[in-house]
């Protein structure tokens, strides 16, 4: 069975700085796929970034982007430039390619931007 | 595309009373899955299909029913409501393995229960 652990509850930063939320997770796995989701106030979750453990490159989108350690079996994120907008829980998940069906999820990273 | 919808936004049950949570999807996704998210918690799942006609258990499946006659719909039964299942439910849908976007989960916008 995977699991998936974040190890930060909470996190603050102040507007346009650069935080970095930690994901590592335990798999027997050679392939598989990566992703963080983000829950703003309004419930919504929405799909962040994605990444696949074969694909050596991390993968970016716009501000946000990752840290992908498959040998240390580390996932982290990096928001840069912080708007008032990323406040919200962060989720990492994992699934594997091969035969998954269902994601697990990290218990989550509370993000606070500070004006 | 309207992506995955669910209704009702909100509702509130009394105690012992049934009902049901509907859930769709227009993406031809053919797994969808329910999960409850308890106040400041993550995500746990309750059931799962990866077809029509097919479905199977999550981590927290008592107290509650689905079934998934068609590709687009799963709808979940709560049967006799009980206050431990005062939660937020999302509805989620992805493509399986074959596909270029395959395992990116779509959610709904959630479903607020209260049971008093």
């Keep these: 069975a995977q699991t998936v652990t974040q190890s930060q509850p909470e996190m603050s930063v102040q507007e346009a700085e650069t935080v970095t939320l930690s994901c590592t997770y ?3 796995e050679n392939n598989y796929y ?18 696949e453990a074969y694909k050596q490159q991390n993968a970016t989108e716009n501000r946000f982007s990752v840290n992908f350690q498959k040998a240390a079996k580390s996932f982290s994120l990096k928001i840069s430039d912080s708007q008032l907008g990323d406040t919200a829980m962060y989720f990492c998940a994992f699934i594997p390619k091969w035969g998954g069906n269902k994601l697990t999820f990290g218990g989550g990273t ?6 | 595309n309207a992506g995955v919808t669910q209704t009702p936004k909100f509702r509130i049950l009394k105690i012992g009373q049934s009902m049901t949570l509907q859930c769709a999807q227009d993406m031809n996704h053919n797994y969808m899955y329910w999960y409850r998210q308890d106040p400041g918690m993550g995500l746990k799942l309750i059931y799962y299909s990866v077809g029509a006609g ?12 689905v079934s998934r006659s068609t590709t687009e719909d799963f709808p979940l039964r709560l049967e006799l409501a009980a206050p431990s299942q005062t939660s937020v439910y999302f509805c989620a849908s992805m493509f399986g393995q074959g596909s ?10 959630g479903t607020r229960l209260t049971v008093t």
């Design chain 2, 54 to 65: 097919i479905t199977d258990k999550g981590e927290v499946p008592n107290g509650y029913n």
């Design chain 1, 110 to 115: 509370r993000v606070l931007v500070k004006p």
């Design chain 2, 100 to 109: 270029d976007l395959a395992y990116e989960q779509y959610f709904g916008p």
């Design chain 1, 34 to 51: 990566l992703f963080w989701y983000k829950q703003p106030p309004s419930r919504q979750m929405i799909l962040v970034i994605r990444q």
């Design chain 1, 26 to 28: 335990d798999t027997s």
